[in-house]
């Protein structure tokens, strides 16, 4: 039995789903980025803040 042209058409992803798969991946980048970045700024805050001796107990 010969595949339908609908059939075919289902086994190729869409631009809609492609355009959505791309967003996904590029805003779980950035949010890995964002947590990587945040991380710095906390570590380069803590040791500001140690090298003046301003941490307390």
Do not use: C
């Amino acid at each position: 039995m010969a595949p339908s042209a609908r059939s075919s058409q289902n086994l190729v992803p869409r631009t809609d789903d492609r355009v959505a798969d791309e967003f996904d991946r590029s805003a779980r980048s950035f949010e890995s980025q964002a947590t990587a970045l945040t991380r710095g700024l906390h570590t380069a805050l803590f040791i500001q803040k140690f090298k003046k001796g301003q941490l307390r107990s």
